[in-house]
T-cell receptor
Framework: AQSVTQPDIHITVSEGASLELRCNYSYGATPYLFWYVQSPGQGLQLLLKYFSGDTLVQGIKGFEAEFKRSQSSFNLRKPSVHWSDAAEYFCAVARVDSWGKLQFGAGTQVVVTP | DGGITQSPKYLFRKEGQNVTLSCEQNLNHDAMYWYRQDPGQGLRLIYYSQIVNDFQKGDIAEGYSVSREKKESFPLTVTSAQKNPTAFYLC?????????????FGPGTRLTVL
């Protein structure tokens, strides 16, 4: 069975500093990969996705993610964090044959300090 | 504006009562999904539907029921058989079935059992 691991439950970062959120997946083939962001009490918004092609993916709000097949990872990065980036971030994967069903990681809560 | 609406935003229920959560989308999407979110556990799939009048169980379907009589509507009923129903419930939809596509999320309904 596939699984998604986000090793960091909680990350605190200073405004203006860089941010990297880790995501590892377990699946025999290359899955479809997603990063979503959730503000408190709200739904999820898609930041970016990887289906195939260039392993460095650009998303909204200045985020990017890199797919590394050898490490089964899809880490999310942002060079300079803004206070509005404080939120919970979810990595999700879907198998090619999954009829669109997503498997989510447990999430990483990001706190931004002044 | 196109999107997904969920109502109500907050819902309180007494033990032993059934309650129905509404999910409506005007995106003309074929597929719709219901997720449950608990702190520290990410999102877990309850039910999904790829087409009108058809739906499948997700990972945690026990104690829940759904219907898909119209393309734009996918209500979720939390029955009295659900042992721990207090949670945040998210509805999502995607453009096509039989493949993997971006899921768009509603704002969620927070259910509290008193």
């Amino acid at each position: 069975a596939q699984s998604v691991t986000q090793p960091d439950i909680h990350i605190t970062v200073s405004e203006g500093a860089s941010l990297e959120l880790r995501c590892n997946y377990s699946y025999g083939a290359t899955p479809y990969l997603f990063w979503y962001v959730q503000s408190p009490g709200q739904g999820l918004q898609l930041l970016l996705k990887y289906f195939s092609g260039d392993t460095l993916v650009q998303g909204i709000k200045g985020f990017e993610a890199e797919f590394k097949r050898s490490q089964s990872s899809f880490n999310l990065r942002k060079p300079s964090v803004h206070w509005s980036d404080a939120a919970e971030y979810f990595c999700a994967v879907a198998r090619v044959d999954s009829w669109g069903k997503l498997q989510f990681g447990a999430g990483t809560q990001v706190v931004v300090t002044p | 504006d196109g999107g997904i609406t969920q109502s109500p935003k907050y819902l309180f229920r007494k033990e032993g009562q059934n309650v129905t959560l509404s999910c409506e989308q005007n995106l003309n999407h074929d597929a719709m999904y219901w997720y449950r979110q608990d702190p520290g556990q990410g999102l877990r799939l309850i039910y999904y539907s790829q087409i009108v009048n058809d739906f499948q169980k997700g990972d945690i379907a026990e104690g829940y029921s759904v219907s898909r009589e119209k393309k734009e509507s996918f209500p979720l009923t939390v029955t009295s058989a659900q042992k721990n129903p207090t949670a945040f419930y998210l509805c999502a939809s995607s453009i096509a079935t039989g493949g993997v596509n971006e899921q768009f999320f509603g704002p969620g309904t927070r259910l509290t059992v008193l």
